[in-house]
């Protein structure tokens, strides 16, 4: 799931013209609907007494009408242990009219809150096999609320549409809730109005209008699916396909978009960019989890992308969103959390998989500042984990800084450790392990798997990243003097759960024309590191592959060169700041002229006499300036470049 709110500081100048964009506040109401149904947690509460096998759900949906609607919902299941009931999660605010058993006859149910029970004559012995159904009706929005069963209009047709992640499925259907039990296959008819559509999960056998008012479509899905990914939406959707090229296939893969009739030729052009993206994520991990069936996209209004199995359910069609719902098809739906604590191994992988987009089908360059904008996103607070210490607490569950930002750099920072082969291994047996493959993970199983392909011990690593809070802030100082470079690092944590952060830490010197990529590992939290470089170094530059979670700041000298001036510029290029090394400390008078000789800054000494002094260029915009200091005896000029 993607909120669309999450996308607007990185990627406001890409919204295409007719996006809306989602006030605060439709969050805030969305955080207080999870708030309600998180203290469920991972248990619903209901005994359901069986493995879920098939579900077989009509609707009656006409939003033309209003949300009003009908359901006869048939589960197909094998008995646990012998029982004389069978349970399922239906919101109290749905009317049950009847429950049926695998012969047509009436079975006695029972109510309570939000648990349905169902019994029959005799009970069920462990192991069988049965079915029962449950036909009702209600009105969702009196129970379900905010986005669960969303009647809404789209400006050119009224719409119904669906999200359940991730207590919602029992506001609108009668099922098992949980994330133990995927539903090994799937058939959904909804009967609208003929002037409708209805989208679904799997593909399209039947799509009949019935008579003047009706029309049915039936979707059949054959791949296990969480109780959550089970959606549907209605309306007046305009249709086309277009096709994937697979990898060393010669059938591609059809792309289904069911979109707004106003966005129709918008949305062609849009769509077609997540074809590339669905050959890249084949091939780079496993191919496509739902190859026989399609992938596809139903626009509807909810503000931002939500990952159906087969059909994601989008706002839009913007880069990264579709890039984002297309890797939950790996990660989220075929392989789903297996608790909401797990919840990053679905949204942190969606998120790093379309930073990854970026890097592979656009630019390095441009992923590098996906990266630094989530990496000043999540340093931006000194404390937070991946793992969310309270499910109750829906800030840190649903959290875009922790559970989306925080976990695609971990990711990103485990792919640096253990180098693209070994992470992409480890991937690909998470992905088809016995247990995951179409079932359900926890973060221990992609830990396992990743220390089956790389053979290292990755205890430390997911203690620090995914249990502590915060990171490292990291305070370098370089010298040189002849040919030996001196680091010195200081570390401090920002949250006392990390005493120390096991980081390595990349440097690139640079000087003469030349540079250097050093990687530093210190061993405790003051280090210092002594290497020969065979050039004069004038800048250290911190991360420049973007491969670290810290907060740093960098400062030195090379005192070669101090010898040789009276003042020395560290860094030049700067972006901000530099210091000032005087030879001989003395009281100076600093200005700051532009390439025409104009005077743009007095800087300010406060008379300090020091050796080295920070100097801050403020406002001044990007350029080449002159340094004018006057110590009293002489005036000396030096070139400077803010970049
Ligand atoms: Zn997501």
């Known amino acids: 799931m993607r909120k669309w709110i999450g996308l607007l500081l990185g990627f406001l100048m890409m919204l295409p013209l007719g996006a809306q964009l989602v006030p605060e506040e439709l969050v805030c109401k969305e955080h207080q609907q999870f708030q309600n149904q998180l203290s469920r947690r991972n248990n619903s509460g209901v005994k359901h007494g069986y493995l879920i096998d098939y579900n077989r759900c009509k609707w009656w949906v006409n939003p033309i009408r209003g ?69 009702y009706q209600g009105n969702p929005s009196n129970g379900g609320g905010f986005g669960y069963f969303v009647h809404d209009n789209h400006m050119k047709g009224p719409i119904v549409h669906t999200l359940s992640e991730p207590y919602g499925a029992q506001y609108w259907w009668p099922c098992k809730q949980t994330l133990h039990d995927k539903i090994d296959s799937l058939d959904v008819w909804v009967y609208t109005d003929t002037s409708l559509k209805a989208a679904s999960n799997g593909v399209v056998v039947r799509n009949e209008v019935l008579n003047d008012t009706q029309r049915l479509m039936v979707w059949k899905h054959r791949y296990p699916i969480a109780t959550y990914l089970v959606a549907i ?38 769509t ?45 069609f913007s880069y990264d969103l579709m890039a984002h719902e297309l890797a939950h ?57 991946v793992f969310p210490k309270d499910t109750l607490n829906v800030g840190s569950l649903f959290n875009g800084r922790l559970t989306y930002n925080k976990g695609a750099w971990l990711l990103h920072m485990l792919r640096d450790k253990l180098g693209d082969s070994a992470f992409f291994e480890g991937c690909r047996l998470y992905l088809n392990g016995k247990n995951t493959r179409h079932g359900f993970a926890k973060t221990a199983d992609l830990a396992w798997y990743m220390e089956k392909a790389s053979g290292r011990n990755l205890d430390t690593f997911f203690q620090q990243w995914y249990y502590g809070e915060g990171f490292p802030y990291l305070k370098i100082n370089w010298k040189q003097k002849g040919k030996t470079v001196t680091l010195a690092c200081e570390q401090t944590p920002s949250h006392n759960s990390v005493p120390y952060w096991h980081v390595r830490i990349p440097l690139l010197l640079r000087g003469e024309g030349k540079e250097k990529l050093v990687l530093w590992e210190p ?6 590191l002594k290497l020969l470089v065979d050039f004069e170094v004038d800048t250290v530059i911190f991360d420049p592959f973007v491969k670290l979670l810290a907060k740093v700041s960098i400062g030195g000298m090379n005192l ?15 972006a901000g700041s530099f210091v000032l090394y005087a030879r001989n400390p003395s009281a100076i008078v600093m200005e700051v002229f532009d390439a025409v000789g104009q005077k743009v800054m007095d800087i300010d000494t406060k008379g300090n006499v020091t050796k080295q002094l920070t100097v801050s260029l403020g406002e001044l915009s990007a350029g080449p300036y002159f340094l004018r200091i006057n110590d009293g005896n002489f005036v000396y000029s030096y070139k400077l470049l803010k970049s």
């Open 560 to 574: 070669n060169k101090v010898q040789e001036n009276a003042f020395v510029l560290f860094p030049n290029p700067t």
């Open 67 to 135: 949300p009003y609607f009908k359901g006869d919902v048939m589960a197909h299941f094998t008995v646990n242990a012998n029982t004389d009931s069978v349970g399922f999660d239906l919101s109290a605010n749905l009317k049950v009219d009847g429950v049926y058993g695998a012969g047509g006859q009436s079975l006695l149910y029972r109510r309570n809150g939000n648990q349905l029970y169902v019994f029959k004559v005799g009970g069920w012995l462990g192991g069988s096999r049965d079915s029962v159904g449950i036909i």
């Open 329 to 385: 098809q790996w990660f989220g739906d075929m392989v789903t959390c297996g608790t909401w604590q797990d919840l990053w191994l679905n949204e942190g992988f969606a998120t790093y998989l379309t930073v990854m987009t970026t890097e592979f089908l656009r630019s390095k360059e441009e992923s590098y500042g996906k990266l630094r904008g989530m990496r000043s996103n999540i340093t931006g607070n000194d404390g937070g984990s």
């Open 272 to 316: 077609k960019d997540v074809l590339p993206m669905i050959r890249l994520f084949d091939s780079l991990f496993v191919p496509y989890p739902f190859e026989k069936e399609k992938y596809g996209h139903a626009q509807f209004t909810w503000g931002g992308g939500m990952e159906h199995q087969t059909m994601s359910f989008m706002v839009n």
């Open 233 to 270: 939406a209605v309306t007046n959707y305009s249709e086309y396909t277009q096709y994937a090229p697979l990898v060393g296939r010669t059938k591609p893969l059809p792309v289904l978009n069911y979109v707004f009739p106003q966005f129709r030729t918008d949305a062609e052009r849009e």
């Open 523 to 528: 061993k405790q939290l003051v280090g210092e």
